[in-house]
Nanobody, 127 residues
Framework: QVQLVESGGGLVQAGGSLRLFCAGSGRSLSNYGMGWFRQAPGKEREFVGGLTWNGGKTSYADSVKGRFTISRDNAKNTVSLQMNSLKPEDTAVYYC????????????????????WGQGTQVTVSS
């Protein structure tokens, strides 16, 4: 079983930056692709970005491309999401998730393909 805990959320002004962290426990994350999703009030959960088990491939939603960067440190069993040039529309609860399939060669956008989820961390961007 994998437990994921996000941290690093908070309140920031538009144009600012935040770095989110996702710490895994119970099992090594090194064989699993990881993703970040977000859910704003009244909206469906959406894919933000993801990377493969070895970090060799990354993928981002068009809305965050060029502003967000996802990375992983398998030695520390962590994944991070660096968010720059934040906009009010980035306000949401952010979740990290681990792919169900070990050693998957591509990043999956489908939330249903992720088997383990953290509890989420709130990011609020003020205008």
């Amino acid at each position: 079983q994998v437990q994921l805990v996000e941290s690093g959320g908070g309140l920031v002004q538009a144009g600012g930056s935040l770095r989110l962290f996702c710490a895994g426990s119970g099992r090594s994350l090194s064989n699993y692709g990881m993703g970040w999703f977000r859910q704003a009030p009244g909206k469906e959960r959406e894919f933000v970005g993801g990377l493969t088990w070895n970090g060799g491939k990354t993928s981002y939603a068009d809305s965050v491309k060029g502003r967000f960067t996802i990375s992983r440190d398998n030695a520390k069993n962590t994944v991070s999401l660096q968010m720059n040039s934040l906009k009010p529309e980035d306000t949401a609860v952010y979740y990290c998730a681990a792919d169900l399939k070990p050693l998957a060669p591509i990043v999956t956008y489908d939330a249903g393909e992720y088997g383990y989820w953290g509890q989420g961390t709130q990011v609020t961007v003020s205008s």
